[in-house]
Each structure stands twice: as C-alpha cells, then as structure tokens.
C-alpha cells in the first residue's frame, strides 16, 4: 500500500537518489565531452632560408622568432632544425604540442629574404611566396580538422590574407553536408610589440573573399545558373553591399535595339537579362568606370557545336560576368571613392529551331552591318551592344572581361590573361596591379592588320570571324573596337586562366579559378590613388588600396 512504500521510501533516500542522479548524469556528460573532438587551435608561421643551400638553418620570421622565444623557450627552432633541411617555398613543417595554446604549428618556407620585384618574370616574387606559404601552412592544418587557424603576416598581411582564404576555399556547395570538407575559420596571429597591419588583411580577406565569389558563380552548373537565377544570385549577393542591381529583360533590350545581343540569345528558351550595376563612391556628377563582363551561362557554340571536351567547361563562359560582380561587391566593401558603371549581358548560346544561322547579316544601333561566320564565336556580339549602350554613361574608360578565344591557352597556357588596350596609361597600370596581386597579365596587339582582317569583305561591314588564319584573339579585340563608342577602353581575354588543374598556383584548389577578379580590383584602385612605379628600379610593389586610409 501507499503508507508502507512511504516508509520504505523515505525522503532521505528519495534525497539520495535524485544526487547519484544527478552525479551520473555529470559524470556521463564529462564522459561524452572527452570523447568528443575538442575545439583545436592552429598556427602558421614562416621560415626564410636559401633554397639551394641544404645546410642554411633557416632564419625565422620576427613575429615566429617572438614565438619561438616567448612562448617555446627556442624549442620551435629546435625541433625544425632536427626534422630536416629547411622548408623550400611551398613546404611546410607542422611541428605539434610545442605549449598549450596552439596544438599545432606549421612553419612554411618563404625562401631568400631577398627577394623581392622580378622584372623578368613581371611579378613580385616575395608576394607570391607569402600567398603559397599561407595557401599551403592552412591546407596542411585543415587536414587535421583544425578549428581555428592564425596566420601571421609574413611582412605583408595583404598577401597572406590572399593566399589563406583562396587556400582554404573548396567548391562543396552541392556535396551533402556530411560529405564536405572541414573549412576552419581564419585569423591574422600578431604580437603586440611587433607591427600589425590589420587594415592590409582585410584588404586581402576583401580581394581573396571576391575572387573566391567569382570561382562559385563558375562552378554552378548550368541548369542552376540560368541567366534568370543568374540575376537573382546577384541581388541576393548585393543587396545589402551598397551595389544598385537593375534587371532589365528582353522588351527593354528590343526597345533599346541591342539586335546583337538577342541574337545571340535566340536559340535558347531561357529568357535573356540584362543587367546594370551601380556604384557611387565619389559625387555623383563624376564620371563612372564602365565595367562590362561577358554573361554566358552556357555556351553550345550553337548550330557550329562545340565538342564534348570544350562544351564540358562552358557552364564557366560566364567568367566575365562573375568577376565584375565580385569585382564591384569588394569596391563597395571596401568603399573606394570611385563611380562604377557594371553592364552584364545574360544570354545562353544554345541550338534551336530560333537559333543564329552562319551566314545571317544583322546590323546594329550605330548602323554597321555583321555577318555571323560562325555561330560558336558568339562572345563578341553578345558585347557589341554593351560596349554602345556604355556611351549613356559618359564613362573615364571602359573594362570589358569575356572568355573568347582558346588561342590564348595556346599561347601562354595558363600564366596570364591577354590584355588589349589603346591606352598606355591603362595598360602600364593594369600592367602594376597584376605584378602586386602575382595574377599576370600580357599586352597583344590591336593593330589595324586585324581589322582589315574582320572588316575585308564587300558585302557587310564587319565578321565575327575574319578572314587569314589563327590570331582570333587579336581578330575578337579588333571586332569589338569597330562598335566602340569613344575614349579609352581594355579588353581582357580570360578564357585559358577559365580554370586551373591545381598545380599553376598553390593557393588555388583545382576547378574554376575566379581570375583576373583581384587584379581588377586593384587595378579600379589604382585609378584613385596615387601609386608608387613598380615597374622602376626592381623596387617591391605595394598595394594603391594599402596606401589609402579605409573609411
């Protein structure tokens, strides 16, 4: 009955009961919170020794050297020298358990402490060892599922910033969760008497977190990233950035006679968008900087079919149009005093019973007449119309960005993108930024040869594709000059820098490589702020956006 349990059970024991209870349920949560993975903490920190010295004992960084001494008492240099010759650029020691904080430490090579500009290889060679150094010392501790990494400055937070967040990034979007890869956060390790240039770093983080945008936007698939949802990822993406997004569809493009674009489009039962970014970092009444980057989301070569291999990357035909919006969100971050006109023409190339003919004539707002040779070098006439429509805007110059030509990748392979220009003071500054950012550019020709090329026959003004045989790189810039409204302008050429197999630079993962994203970026800084020559003298280049005092 209820009275005899009550005396068994009494409120003693009932006391007694709920604290074994209780004490299990501690001693059960002590248990679990062992066995669980803990929160780690890494370090990366940098080493310069010669490379082709074996015996050099290696000289470490100031802010590794502080380290070494204040927190190790030299057991890091101790235990570096014992694991071997000294790291080369692009190998890393991880060296584990050196004191509490840190559970692992790797110690990267950067190489000489002289080096620095190259003027034969155009690039700043002392940069470029701190981005692989950074990419790689990050690669090797998140392997190890490291939660947090520090990243010292190696002497210049820019770059290392660069290399770390680009290192780190992994195309994994559509993988389910439990299959990605661990991504650790990142942040800059610095010593309190030692100098620190936060600002510099994220200046980096903003440049690398761009480029890293541009490489998602090519990795989407195609059927995921129509020239509709295109245009929705981008005012998602700006919405909040200070970029104004306008979304112009095909009845505003008729009306603004853009019969070059549409044709293009044509083939394809995805609508064609339009779309114009702005950004207004100075008086409004200042002219703008045109940025037009080349939209499309997928590329057949229409009723002229591509084959299999070439169509299999084609989803990233778009490169152009990613790398302005990145391009223009990191100006907007970084909130350069500057006006930016960005023009995306959306379209897919596809084959159709609407689709462009060989042979088909159309003629366009300034009145020139264009044949379409062939249907696959749709790239320049899905530009003509952004190229005239920019003349509304009264720009300083105008940038366009597309994927034109393979004859690139047959001529650099994938070192550097091929810049057209007729402006010297364009080329030589565009020419700075790619030495600062380690993504290189190369100047071809626009001589009037190849426009006597594209503009040779009797019938129509201009072809898509002229007559004499290769240099269509050079043959696309002279087309696109032919419906150029006024002033400067430059013309990039990215398609054999599309993509990289993971070998061409350390600090990026194979897949699409989101380039030239930072050397636009710099490049936009350059032309508002005054920037020391880094061509003279065998000089380091330093940053126009680290010169400048961030709002």
């Excluded at 890869?181 to 770093?201: A, I, R, T």
């Excluded at 980096?204 to 990822?233: C, D, H, I, V, W």
């Excluded at 930024?433 to 009037?448: C, E, F, M, Q, Y």
């Excluded at 820098?497 to 030239?516: E, L, Q």
Aim: glycine share 8%; proline share 4%.
């Amino acid at each position: 009955s209820l009275a005899v349990l009550r005396k068994i059970i009494r409120p003693s024991s009932l006391k007694s009961l709920q604290y074994q209870a209780s004490r299990y349920m501690q001693h059960k949560g002590k248990v679990a919170e062992q066995c669980s993975n803990p929160a780690s903490r890494g370090l990366v920190l940098g080493v310069y020794a010669d490379e082709n010295d074996r015996l050099d004992i290696g000289v470490l960084t100031p802010t590794a050297a502080k380290y070494n001494e204040s927190y190790t008492s030299g057991r890091l240099l101790e235990m570096l020298r014992l694991a071997g010759p000294m790291p080369k650029r692009g190998e890393v020691r991880v060296l584990y358990n050196l004191e509490p904080t840190y559970s692992a430490v790797a110690v990267c090579g950067l190489g000489s402490e002289c080096l620095g500009y190259d003027d034969v290889e155009k690039m700043d060679i002392s940069k470029e060892a701190i981005r692989i150094a950074a990419a790689r010392g990050c690669q090797e501790l998140q392997q190890l599922e490291t939660s947090r990494i520090y990243v010292e400055d190696f002497g210049h937070a820019e770059s290392a910033a660069e290399g770390a967040h680009m290192g780190l990034w992994v195309n994994q979007e559509l993988r389910s969760p439990d299959q990605r890869k661990f991504v650790p956060q990142l942040q800059l390790y610095y010593e309190p008497e030692l100098p620190c240039d936060s600002n510099g770093w994220r200046i980096g983080l903003a440049k690398a977190e761009a480029q890293n945008l541009a490489r998602q936007l090519q990795e989407t698939p195609s059927n995921l990233m129509t020239p509709t949802t295109f245009a929705q990822n981008v005012v998602q993406i700006l919405c909040n950035s200070g970029v104004n997004v306008e979304v112009k569809v095909r009845g505003w493009a008729e009306n603004e006679e853009m019969t070059s674009f549409l044709t293009v489009a044509k083939g394809s039962c995805e609508p064609p968008i339009f779309l114009e970014l702005s950004y207004y970092g100075t008086n409004t009444k200042e002219r703008p900087i045109v940025l037009i980057g080349q939209g499309n989301t997928f590329d057949s070569g229409g009723l002229c079919l591509k084959t299999l291999e070439a169509l299999t990357d084609m989803r990233a035909d778009m490169t152009g149009a990613a790398c302005v919006v990145a391009a223009s969100r990191a100006i907007a971050a970084l909130k350069l005093p500057v006006n930016i006109r960005a023009l995306i023409p959306l379209c897919e190339n596809m084959l159709g019973c609407n689709a462009m003919k060989p042979g088909d004539v159309i003629t366009v707002k300034n009145g020139k007449s264009i044949e379409i040779v062939k249907t696959s070098n749709e790239a320049p006439l899905a530009l003509v119309d952004a190229l005239l429509y920019a003349e509304h805007f009264g720009p300083k110059y105008i940038v366009d960005v597309s994927t034109i030509s393979k004859a690139t990748i047959e001529s650099f392979g994938k070192v550097c993108a091929a810049v057209f220009t007729n402006s010297e003071d364009l080329w030589q500054r565009m020419q700075n930024a790619s030495i600062h950012t380690g993504d290189r550019v190369w100047r071809l020709p626009l001589w009037n040869y190849y426009t006597q090329q594209i503009c040779s026959a009797e019938h129509v003004d201009v072809q898509n594709i002229g007559k004499g045989e290769g240099a269509n790189s050079c043959k696309a810039a002279a087309f696109l000059r032919e419906f150029l409204p006024c002033g400067k302008w430059m013309h990039i050429d990215a398609l054999n820098v599309m993509k990289t197999k993971g070998t061409d630079f350390p600090y990026i993962r194979r897949g699409m490589a989101g380039r030239p994203t930072r050397t636009l970026i710099e490049f936009i800084a350059q032309s508002v702020v005054q920037c020391t020559d880094s061509g003279s003298g065998g000089t380091k280049t330093e940053s126009a956006l680290s010169s400048q005092q961030m709002r």
